[in-house]
Structures are given as structure tokens and as C-alpha cells.
């Protein structure tokens, strides 16, 4: 269960639409601690403000997760921050907003991808991968990302969405569920896709959850397999399924060592047959899938592609040099979803 405490705000480290990194000293708790505020819930904090905050994730050593949340301002009364309709999101708890919904006002949407490539991640890192590989290769591309709620819930939250857009790598974000804050709200990742391609106009669509996958260790007990799902939504609206294989040559754990068991565990859920990339790691004996012939071979240059353009991604605290093979799939991904736009 949740533990809140009060806290002093001693300094402001970074700001965002959408969010503020701050300083706070935590009654009966250490100096100099870290905490954010989602301004859009929130609303601002300064120096000097009293602040009640969720200090759950630090008291439990998590590694993502591990800031204070900002809760509520004791230093202001009311917090008015009007959505654009009635639909909430983060329902029935306490912060539950009125984010405006995209599909109230776009009411025509036809469900029809029409064969647009739909690229779906298991780990958010694999969606800066796929992003820059694509508008390296293709920069006249719209490419969008329907964030969904498996995982972080603020799409402000995601440094590395905020980084992609700054480098015009993504040209809009759908939040899809009880996920929020892109361009366009969805309740669903079905209409989530839906607007991003009749709406956005986007050419290549990158779906998958925003940062911090919880995982157990477990076959099902990932969030990474509500890749499953949105591959099966996406083929069911006439979309091109492309499965982002997780794979490793640096990860210390057996599970995840060669093609990642997460990847083996949504190709079983799945009922439509994805394209994958063949990983240079193990022979691809993976049933129920349509394995590419794409020439990868361009995604071996993925890590210098990221060095020249800035883009500090990283999986499990590792890079591309810690990690070649991650990143050489995700890269693979990318080069596939192109060739299937070229053959649509």
C-alpha cells in the first residue's frame, strides 16, 4: 500500500510541459531527496513549498520508479486545470482528470489501418531504436507512437519521448487507456491506432508501453506481453503487425540471453503471425511468426546512428556498446516495417 509524508521543496533540477524534477527534504527523512511534479495533475511547485509526497517507490529501492511523487501543493488551496470533456482517465482515484478524448471528436474513425506497418515494442527503450532507424532511412515519414498503459501512466514522464521529439524522430504520441498526456487521448489501444493513422496521418505506427515494464520473473507476470494484444488489434485493423523481438547478448539473466522469453511468450499469445527480424543470436525457431527476409545488415551501424544523433538510450543501464545485440533487433524491427510500407 501507498506512504505519503510532507516534504519541503529545496530546488528545482528540471522542467518540462508537464512535469517539474525538484529537490525535497522529506520530514523524518534523508537530505536532498528527488521528486516529481506532473504539473498538468498538480500543478506547479516552488522553492520553499510544502508538498505532500508518495514516497512508496524509494522506501521500496525501486530502480525506474525510485523518485518521491509530488501529490498535492500544501502551499496553494485549489489546483483548476479543465479538461476539454467528461471521459476520465486515472479513474475512480483521487487524481482522476478529464484529459479530453480524441475519439468524442473525431467520431468518424473507420478502424481501418490500411496496411500501415504497426511496429510493437516489449521494452520502451526498443521504441527510440525503431523511431530513429526509420527516419533515418525514410525522414519524409510521419511516425507515430501510441503510448499504452502498461507501464508509466504520464507520457511526460518518458525522457525518451521528449528527446524524440526534440530531434523530430517522432511526429505525434497517442496515449492510449489510462496512459495520458500525448497529442491525441485514447480509450483504447484500437482507437489509439485508429488515430494515429486517420487522424495523424501516420505512416509507421510504434506501439508499446511508456517506460518502467514490471516484470516477476514469471512466463505471464510482464507487462511486456500486452505486446500480444496490440499485434492482434493492429492486424485485425488491417494493419502490417511487426513484432520488435527482444533479444540480448549482454543481460545477465538466462531468460533474457539470446531472443528474450518475453518474445516467446507473446508469439504464443498472438493469433495473427507477425513479421519479425531475424536476430543474429540463435537460429529463429519460432513458430506462428512470418520471418522477414530484410537485409539487417544496416542495423549493425544502429550504434552509430544513435552516437550522431545524441541519443543516450539505453537498456537496463546498457548502450550499445554494452549491448550490441538489443539494439541490432530493435534496429531490425524498424528495416522490416519499412520494406512492409514498400510493399503495401
Known amino acids: 500500500m501507498p506512504t505519503f ?65 509530488v501529490h498535492w501543493n500544501l502551499s496553494r488551496t485549489h489546483w483548476d486545470h479543465p479538461g476539454e470533456d467528461h471521459v476520465m482517465k486515472l479513474r475512480y482515484t483521487s487524481l482522476q482528470c478529464d484529459v479530453g478524448t480524441s475519439e468524442l471528436r ?29 527516419k533515418s532511412f525514410r525522414p519524409d515519414l510521419r511516425v507515430a507512437y ?37 497529442d491525441l487521448e485514447a480509450v483504447t489501444v484500437a482507437s489509439g491506432l485508429s488515430l494515429a493513422v486517420e487522424v495523424a496521418d501516420a505512416d509507421l505506427v510504434i506501439v508499446g508501453m511508456g517506460p518502467g515494464v514490471v516484470g516477476t520473473g514469471s512466463r505471464l507476470g510482464t507487462t511486456a506481453i500486452d505486446a500480444a494484444s496490440a499485434l492482434d488489434v493492429a492486424s485485425a485493423l488491417g494493419g502490417e503487425p511487426v513484432l520488435a523481438v527482444r533479444a540480448s547478448s549482454g543481460d545477465k539473466r538466462e531468460r533474457h540471453l539470446g531472443i528474450s522469453h518475453h518474445t516467446r511468450t507473446v508469439i504464443e499469445l498472438t493469433h495473427c503471425r507477425p513479421w519479425i527480424a531475424r536476430v543474429p543470436v540463435e537460429a529463429m525457431a519460432l513458430r506462428g511468426v512470418r ?47 519499412l520494406d512492409r510500407l514498400a510493399d503495401s
Open 5 to 69: 509524508r510532507t516534504a519541503s521543496v529545496t530546488g528545482v533540477l528540471s522542467e518540462r510541459a508537464g512535469l517539474q524534477r525538484v529537490t525535497v527534504v522529506v520530514a523524518d527523512g534523508g537530505p536532498g531527496d528527488r521528486a516529481y511534479a506532473l504539473t498538468d495533475l498538480v500543478g506547479p511547485v516552488s522553492v520553499g513549498d510544502r508538498v505532500v509526497v508518495n514516497t512508496t517507490a524509494v522506501e521500496l529501492g525501486l530502480g525506474t520508479g525510485g523518485w518521491h511523487v
Open 106 to 134: 473525431h467520431q468518424d474513425l473507420l478502424g481501418d489501418l490500411r496496411g500501415t506497418p504497426v511496429v510493437a515494442t516489449l521494452v520502451h527503450s526498443q521504441v527510440g531504436v525503431v523511431a530513429a532507424v526509420v
Open 146 to 182: 501510441v503510448m499504452t498503459d502498461g507501464a508509466c501512466l504520464p507520457a511526460a514522464l518518458s525522457d525518451l519521448v521528449a528527446d524524440l521529439r526534440s530531434r523530430s524522430l517522432l511526429d505525434t504520441v497517442v496515449t492510449a487507456g489510462h496512459a495520458f498526456g500525448g
Open 291 to 337: 520471418l522477414a527476409e530484410t537485409d539487417v545488415s544496416a542495423a549493425v551501424g544502429v550504434g552509430e546512428l544513435l552516437d550522431g544523433l545524441e541519443l543516450p538510450i539505453k537498456t537496463m543501464g546498457r548502450d550499445h556498446r554494452g549491448d550490441p545485440v538489443f539494439f541490432e533487433a530493435a534496429a531490425g524491427s524498424a528495416l522490416v516495417a
